[in-house]
């Protein structure tokens, strides 16, 4: 099959590398998405496995439309009898941008339309009830070009489980996870994270440390579909917890200037299985502290449109440069913020800045190293 993995705007090269890890053959990196080919099997250990995508969707197929009636012809051509019985249920959703079809309500009618029509024919039945095995279909059209889809990660692969509750501004798990990958951390070193928040970027570095499969304490979608076994699924997590690394010497410091933030760090991170790797604590940035001479800064500092107002936001990042330059020189420190200005506010010019997207709002991750 050919399996694509969504991706927030600016992952699609480390969601490329976390497939083609995981041994399967990517044959196409676009904006926004990853494709591959896989089997049964990789339906379950991507989904399980991937920390940067958004979701896993079997691709059906691929055209360009410009007209309705293309669009109808085009989708009932295609295999749904391979998926969807006759009392499954088939919804369908998806976007348009920049193509001739552009009304969304319209697509969906259309599709969903000729999904019924191909499904007649194949059972015999002009009738329904779609009360069985969900198979969420979804389409994208890009400058007229169709991709027809089917979901099968159900609720986004940020979602892990560890995090049931956030602070006012959280940060997804998938774009923490990213930035804890690009930071290339030692794993017996020291990690640290002094606007900790509900814990989400020190809790996906002590999950990447010790091994531990985002997927492995969720549910997906597929799990429902009976062309996929329970035994692939079983095999699958099977294989991920024999691969959880439990001796790892990953030290993580935590902190934050919010009680209750640092309340549902400990909490959260108790359910992601990390709390071992992490001391946390409570106290403001210009506090760090740390014996080590080399470690890894990863943090999300508050900004003018997230907790704090502009002017407090520039003094604190003009705070966070003299503490790190002057007292620790050996760290590397990554930093993602939406403020453009922030090497001037910081007192020092990045060595790299990668443009990333936090939901609608576009931030920069300015990376400074340390000592190799």
């Known amino acids: 099959m050919e399996l694509i993995i969504t991706t927030l705007f600016g992952l699609e090269s480390l969601v490329s590398k976390e497939v083609k890890k995981l041994g399967y053959e990517v044959t196409e990196v676009s904006d926004g998405r ?13 989904n399980l496995w991937v920390r940067c995508g958004e979701r896993l969707l079997i691709k059906m197929g691929e055209t360009t439309v410009t007209t309705f009636d293309e669009l109808f012809d085009f989708t009932k051509q295609l295999p749904w009898e391979d998926w969807i019985e006759k009392d499954d249920a088939f919804p369908v959703k998806g976007y348009s941008l920049k ?4 009304s969304v309500p319209g697509c969906q009618s259309v599709i969903k339309k000729a ?11 002009q009738w329904f009830p779609e009360t069985g095995v969900l198979y969420q279909i979804e389409f994208s059209l890009i400058k007229d070009k169709l991709t027809l889809m089917i979901d099968t990660s159900g609720q986004p692969l940020h979602k892990r489980g560890y995090r049931r509750n956030s602070n006012q501004a959280p940060l997804k798990e998938t774009i923490a996870a990213s930035i804890v990958t690009l930071s290339r951390f030692r794993y017996d070193g020291v990690f640290a994270d002094p606007f900790c928040g509900s814990g989400t970027i020190p809790i996906e570095a002590g999950m990447i440390a010790k091994n531990i499969a985002p997927g ?3 549910e997906f979608s597929a799990m429902k579909f009976p062309q996929i076994s329970k035994k692939i699924w079983n095999d699958a997590k099977e294989e991920a917890r024999s691969l959880i690394r439990n001796d790892s010497k990953l030290k993580i410091l935590a902190s934050d200037i919010d009680s209750g933030a640092v309340a ?6 108790k359910l992601a299985n990390v709390s071992d790797l992490m001391k946390i604590s409570e106290k403001p940035m210009q506090q760090f502290s ?6 890894t800064v990863v943090c999300n500092p508050p900004y003018g449109e997230r907790l704090l107002d502009e002017k407090a936001c520039r003094i604190l990042y003009k705070e966070m440069g003299q503490h790190f330059r002057k007292n620790y020189p050996g760290w590397s420190v990554f930093v993602l913020t939406p403020e453009e200005k922030f090497e001037d506010y910081y007192g020092k010019f990045c060595y790299k800045k990668r443009k990333l997207y936090n939901g609608m709002i576009k931030c920069n991750l300015f990376q400074y190293f340390g000592s190799k």
């Open 34 to 46: 990853v494709t591959f080919i896989g089997d049964e099997a990789a339906i379950a250990r991507c």
């Open 99 to 102: 193509s001739t079809l552009f």
């Open 115 to 125: 999904v019924v029509s191909a499904l007649e024919e194949t059972y015999a039945q």
């Open 216 to 218: 492995l304490n969720r």
């Open 264 to 269: 549902l760090t400990n909490h959260n991170a």
């Open 290 to 295: 740390s014996d080590a001479k080399e470690g």
